[in-house]
């Protein structure tokens, strides 16, 4: 709890900083929360929620720059870096000089938002403050059972490849779920999207991954952990059925594997292109008759984005949006940038009220060769001259 305190008290002394605070991202990556004072936190109150729209805040998180504001004035001068690891957003820290700093104090401070991202991380096992602190409106009981489902991180970078993953819940939650591991030698996602709205369909997602998750830790092969999560919502649940795809790709060969279980179909933006895969569907999760369900391969290749998205994505007034132009208009950003920026365009479109969860996952696959990148930032370190976005070279996290 009081590990907030001592990051601050270390800049403090080291750095003479004015005053030093963390800022945490909400669930949606929409704000930020201001995190006090261990002994401040009040839990049993909403976090107050700072818009980062347009904000300085917004520069940094989506740049993974840190930002110097020095007024010229004789004012205390802040400075806003980045708290990220392996790509995931956790969030800011804010501190403020009375003189600009050098740039031995910028990779001070750069290092020390970093060390703060593995206390975080280390930290948020034991304590719920951190999760008060990404809640900015109390979520219902099918909200808490859904993003209890999520990865513990939303955005991963490696060698070969990004990922991240974005879900807007419904008015009445609907059941959508994302997941990715990575292993020795893959790295498997599944996007899911369980029947109906609210605890129920909260429920039989939980089911859903939570047989998928422990075929997968058996070391199944995509086959069985798809049979095993049809037979596990057949069996325990009465009338509920799931649809979903699940990837699995081999970060040896690139060779990549594909189920399709009665999901809305993926879209591949290759040299500046979007197409949708059209793939042979399956029968969702859990439908009692019989079948079964064929592992296909997919034509991935270094430089491509792939997109696996939920019906909330087409539904209604969403489906007034050209996703392909959303895809290619942010090809440009990270992939957790992109996951946020659709989502944001859906709920807009829906004036901030979804009938259905919306729920994408974005993936750039970067190739088998490439195991020199930067794991925070995604920067290549095969080029020499290649610094992270903190402005100094580091190996892969």
């Keep these: 709890m009081e590990s907030l305190d001592v990051v601050a008290r270390m800049l403090k002394e080291r750095l003479g900083a004015a005053s030093v605070s963390f800022l945490i991202t909400d669930f949606t990556g929409g704000s930020v929360v201001r995190l006090g004072a261990a002994g401040s936190v009040e839990t049993d109150e909403p976090a107050r929620r700072i818009t980062l729209r347009g904000t300085l805040y917004d520069d940094v998180i989506r740049t993974q720059r840190?930002?110097?504001?020095?007024?010229?004035?004789?004012?205390?001068?802040?400075?806003?870096?980045?708290?990220?690891?392996?790509?995931?957003?956790?969030?800011?820290?804010?501190?403020?000089?009375?003189?600009?700093?050098?740039?031995?104090?910028?990779?001070?401070?750069?290092?020390?938002?970093?060390?703060?991202?593995y206390i975080v991380i280390a930290n948020r096992s034991f304590t719920d403050v951190y999760q008060w602190g990404r809640r900015t409106i109390p979520l219902s009981l099918a909200a808490?059972?859904?993003?209890?489902?999520?990865?513990?991180?939303?955005?991963?970078?490696a060698a070969q490849f990004s990922v991240a993953g974005a879900l807007e819940p419904a008015d009445h939650v609907g059941g959508d779920t994302f997941d990715y591991v990575i292993d020795r030698d893959t790295v498997q996602l599944s996007v899911t999207d369980?029947?109906?709205?609210d605890v129920r369909a909260a429920l039989l997602a939980t089911l859903l991954v939570g047989a998928l998750r422990r075929a997968r830790r058996t070391g199944a092969?995509?086959?069985?952990?798809?049979?095993?999560?049809?037979?596990?919502?057949?069996?325990?649940?009465?009338?509920?059925?799931?649809?979903?795809?699940?990837?699995?790709?081999?970060?040896?060969d690139g060779t990549t594997e594909f189920i399709n279980a009665g999901h809305p179909w993926p879209l591949l933006m290759r040299d500046g292109q979007v197409g949708e895969i059209t793939p042979r569907i399956d029968m969702p999760f859990g439908l009692d008759v019989p079948h079964s369900y064929r592992v296909q391969?997919?034509?991935?290749?270094?430089?491509?984005?792939?997109?696996?998205?939920?019906?909330?994505?087409?539904?209604?007034?969403?489906?007034?949006?050209?996703?392909?132009?959303?895809?290619?208009?942010?090809?440009?950003?990270?992939?957790?940038?992109?996951?946020?920026?659709?989502?944001?365009?859906?709920?807009?479109?829906?004036?901030?009220?979804l009938q259905d969860d919306a729920t994408v996952m974005c993936l750039d696959w970067h190739g088998v060769d490439r195991s020199r990148r930067n794991a925070d930032t995604g920067a290549d370190l095969a080029d020499a001259s290649a610094t992270s976005r903190t402005g100094r070279t580091t190996p892969g996290r």
């Design 144 to 157: 808490e059972i859904q993003h209890r489902l999520l990865p513990a991180s939303l955005t991963c970078e």
């Design 297 to 353: 391969s997919l034509d991935l290749r270094p430089g491509d984005r792939l997109v696996m998205l939920t019906d909330g994505m087409l539904e209604r007034n969403a489906g007034s949006l050209d996703l392909s132009d959303l895809i290619v208009s942010t090809r440009a950003l990270h992939p957790r940038e992109t996951a946020r920026a659709l989502i944001a365009s859906v709920v807009d479109a829906n004036r901030g009220h």
């Design 66 to 117: 840190p930002s110097v504001e020095d007024r010229g004035d004789g004012s205390l001068v802040r400075i806003v870096a980045p708290v990220t690891n392996r790509g995931d957003a956790i969030g800011l820290l804010e501190l403020f000089l009375s003189t600009a700093p050098d740039a031995a104090a910028m990779r001070e401070i750069g290092e020390t938002a970093h060390a703060l991202a």
């Design 194 to 197: 369980a029947m109906g709205h």
């Design 221 to 252: 092969d995509l086959a069985e952990q798809a049979r095993q999560a049809d037979q596990a919502v057949r069996e325990h649940s009465s009338r509920g059925y799931v649809t979903g795809q699940l990837l699995r790709i081999s970060l040896i």
